[in-house]
């Protein structure tokens, strides 16, 4: 059978944080999703790549802020980007809410992101017509 | 359902180790056909005897046996990996199947999708 695919719908996992270069080609290939007239149905961020959600880290003037691009690139597209919350929670990234539940003094992600758990990857990854994953 | 093999492989001291395993116990309890393959230095996360308290760690034995219990389908463990440290099948913690170069090979086209943790 021969199916004509003119649009597909793409899971993008990250596992590698701001540090590796991973999290720029990850960027890089979900904006040519974008422009190539494919649809992201998904982001899901694992491992240290929790770290992107961090709202708390400050790069040199004259340096690239990977977390900074990875949230304008959510926030314009509004895309589900779902971050591991056990990842999270071991990493230092909370939430508001997750703050509060372990009685930490501050709170550093926020929206664009979304804690959640990882039957949200699953989930993408079973619906998604192409899942692919950077960083290792 | 589409099918999903884990290929892990990093040492069990590591983290990545823990959240690998994580990944197929949640994907097995969501239903979806799941496999775990061990490779490279991952191989070393199935060695029976070690006592991980003694790097102030808890060991990862229980999450390994949940793996069958929670009906990941195929345990799986890369001949060559054991080979090149010098480990035997009899050694793992887990029955787990001793796959070759050419068996992986045809595991990648068994499975819809793959994940390398």
């Not at chain 1, 664009?112 to 699953?122: A, D, F, I, N």
């Not at chain 2, 990093?10 to 239903?31: C, S, Y």
């Not at chain 2, 490279?40 to 999450?63: E, H, P, R, Y």
């Amino acid at each position: 059978m021969f199916l004509l695919v003119t649009s597909m719908n793409f899971a993008i996992a990250l596992l590698a944080g701001p540090q590796d270069p991973a999290a720029r080609s990850a960027l890089e290939f979900a904006k040519a999703v974008l422009s190539s007239g494919h649809q992201i149905s998904r982001l899901f961020f694992y491992r240290d790549a929790v770290h992107l959600a961090s709202q708390l880290g400050v790069q040199p003037q004259d340096e690239s802020d990977i977390a900074a691009e990875w949230r304008q690139f959510i926030a314009e597209h509004q895309l589900d980007a779902v971050v591991c919350i056990a990842a999270a929670l071991r990493r230092g990234v909370l939430d508001a809410a997750e703050a509060k539940r372990w009685s930490r003094p501050v709170a550093n992600t926020a929206t664009p992101w979304t804690l959640s758990g990882l039957g949200q990857w699953v989930d993408a990854l079973q619906s998604a017509d192409r899942a692919v994953t950077f960083g290792t | 359902m589409k099918s999903l093999l884990i290929i892990s492989r990093h040492p069990p001291a590591r983290q990545p180790a823990r959240e690998a395993l994580d990944v197929a116990l949640a994907a097995a309890a969501f239903g979806v056909p799941c496999g775990i393959l061990f490779m490279d230095d991952g191989v070393f996360q199935l060695m029976k005897g070690q006592d991980a308290a003694q790097i102030g760690q808890k060991s990862l034995a229980a999450n390994l046996q949940a793996l069958p219990l929670f009906g990941v389908e195929d345990i799986l463990v890369c001949q060559h990996s054991l080979g090149e440290r010098g480990l035997q099948a009899s050694q793992c913690l887990l029955d787990a199947q001793v796959v070759n170069n050419a068996e992986i090979a045809t595991l990648l086209e068994h499975y819809d999708q793959i994940v390398t943790l």
